[in-house]
């Protein structure tokens, strides 16, 4: 949770409940007051069991005054959904991120109690923890909707300089992004662990095979030799990509933007892959004006347009053609890579930017690379203010198109 909202439990609580006194207040004075259970009366606690929460708090809206404005924009503009509880377990106020996070309108809430308007049973669990032990509690809830959200929720009883408790608060933050984060790092290692191991794995067997006596087998040796040096070509691939995934991340790669020229980047990339793209009889024209500068980072364009490139070529069939072409949309300049490969399939078009995501694992094994090539393409043009969009069909290849400022 955001440290400010913890602060925000503790500084500004007494002036919440102040507005809610105020608004209450308001709406009430006319109205006649219901009678208090015998369960519920106290002398030190007049409004347990009844919705006018404002009774309390007679002195604090002396101190109050003109605040109410300040914190409704406070309540209004936080991300943070904010729930106040009377001793009644009522809702007496909740704020906008409150009524959009529990699907309810506020006042179709306000008056209720919290069991009508809340559903998730984790959250009606430390509301009673609250109530039980006096204590604040905190803990993490899932919420189905569209997507699943993660929200981190903290609990806490609200009292009076006298130590009576008046009602409770309730503090949700998506960390939904953050869970994912998380989850995303622990992947990547994971991930990593594996690429590393297999050319390894590989590089150790041959290693084994020549000291147990193949290195004096003159026919096969070289072979096995071959072998070690592709292997230890991936694993220096995946070292030096992973390496530099982690500067994009840094910033550290990119550190200031000046204009580039996109027709030389087009050129400079396939001068770069022109002895692959002749292997594969891949011919690669660059149809882009001279005239097209961006704004971007020199190094970083062209090694997106290398990895674009490369991959272009990589899933052409033998004697394909691949186009690069750019256009003007305004202020902006998109530069396209167009192959006739075997396309994507549409549920993966949304992962493919993922660092290791394999449409089909082998065949982007037998193509080669490290499987963080369309990562760091998009890290590098989100650094330079632009983004990265991709149109393919299974079957009818696939465009990359890079859009960015043009300079």
């Given at each position: ?92 106020l ?18 209720k ?44 009883g ?6 009576v ?42 290693v ?9 087998d ?35 790669y ?103 995501y ?32 991709v ?17």
């Amino acid at each position: 949770m955001n440290p400010w909202v913890i602060l925000l439990l503790g500084a500004v609580s007494g002036i919440v409940l102040g507005v809610v006194a105020t608004r209450s207040l308001r709406k009430t004075r006319d109205l006649p007051v219901p009678s208090i259970p015998e369960t519920l009366a106290s002398t030190t606690d007049p409004l347990r069991g009844i919705f006018i929460p404002g009774r309390n708090f007679p002195e604090m809206l002396e101190r109050l005054g003109s605040d109410e404005n300040l914190l409704d924009v406070i309540l209004n503009g936080m991300h943070e959904g904010v729930l106040i509880l009377n001793p009644a377990d009522r809702i007496v106020l909740l704020n906008p991120s409150a009524s959009r996070i529990l699907g309810v309108k506020e006042e179709e809430a306000l008056g209720k109690n919290y069991l009508e308007v809340v559903r998730h049973p984790g959250l009606v669990d430390l509301l009673a923890l609250v109530k039980r032990d006096g204590k604040s509690q905190s803990g993490e809830i899932e919420m189905s909707g569209v997507e699943e959200r993660v929200f981190a929720v903290n609990a806490d009883g609200l009292r009076s300089k006298e130590g009576v408790t008046i009602g409770s608060i309730v503090v949700l933050a998506d960390i939904t992004s953050v869970k994912r984060l998380v989850k995303m790092r622990a992947d990547f290692v994971a991930n990593v662990t594996h690429e590393l191991k297999t050319p390894l794995t590989a590089i150790l067997g041959y290693v084994e095979t020549l000291t147990d006596g193949a290195i004096d087998d003159a026919k096969n040796r070289k072979s096995f030799l071959q072998k070690i040096e592709a292997q230890s070509q991936r694993l220096n691939e995946l070292i030096t990509d992973v390496l530099e995934l982690s500067r994009i991340e840094s910033g550290r790669y990119i550190e200031s933007l000046e204009p580039v020229s996109v027709r030389k980047t087009c050129q400079l990339a396939h001068d770069l892959l022109r002895s692959k793209a002749e292997v594969r009889k891949v011919s690669v024209e660059c149809d882009i004006a001279e005239d097209f500068m961006v704004l971007a980072h020199e190094e970083g364009l062209l090694r997106v347009g290398v990895n674009l490139l490369d991959n272009a070529i990589k899933y052409s069939p033998e004697g394909g053609e691949v186009k690069v072409t750019a256009e003007r949309d305004g202020e902006q300049i998109a530069m396209s890579v167009k192959d006739k490969g075997p396309g994507i399939p549409l549920e993966s078009q949304s992962r493919i930017f993922e660092r290791f995501y394999r449409v089909e694992a082998s065949r982007n094994r037998r193509a080669g690379g490290t499987g963080l090539g369309l990562a760091i393409v998009k890290h590098l043009v989100e650094r330079m203010n632009g983004e990265v969009i991709v149109e393919s069909r299974e079957g009818k290849g696939s465009t990359f198109t890079i859009v960015l400022p043009a300079a």
